[in-house]
Nanobody, 116 residues
Framework: QVQLQESGPGLVKPSQTLSLACTVSGGSLTTTLSSWNWIRQSPGKGLEWIGVIHDDGATFYNPSFESRSSMSMATHQNQFSLHLNSVTPEDTAVYYC????????WGQGTQVTVAS
């Protein structure tokens, strides 16, 4: 079981870029066949999968987010990141980093509010 911890700004202005990082402990981002996800939950909505980055750096995104999102790894820090461009108040949510294709391990989540 790995531990994940999200970090990032709690408040972002509309049209700006939201950048979040997830620090992983108890496991390595480059473990063969490992995968690392970003998922969010908006008020009154269910979980939304944003995207995944695999151990080899390959990324795949939910089509709803693909045009304005990117994910990357910093293997020396055992961190992976999410950048979401052109945010609107509808991007207000709790953002989670999640390990594995089965979403086996979750960070505690970080609240992000988009407001001017």
């Amino acid at each position: 079981q790995v531990q994940l911890q999200e970090s990032g700004p709690g408040l972002v202005k509309p049209s700006q870029t939201l950048s979040l990082a997830c620090t992983v402990s108890g496991g390595s981002l480059t473990t063969t066949l490992s995968s690392w996800n970003w998922i969010r939950q908006s008020p009154g909505k269910g979980l939304e999968w944003i995207g995944v980055i695999h151990d080899d750096g390959a990324t795949f995104y939910n089509p709803s987010f693909e045009s304005r999102s990117s994910m990357s790894m910093a293997t020396h820090q055992n961190q992976f990141s999410l950048h979401l461009n052109s945010v609107t108040p509808e991007d207000t949510a709790v953002y989670y980093c999640v390990a594995g294709t089965g979403w086996s391990d979750w960070g505690q989540g970080t609240q992000v509010t988009v407001a001017s």
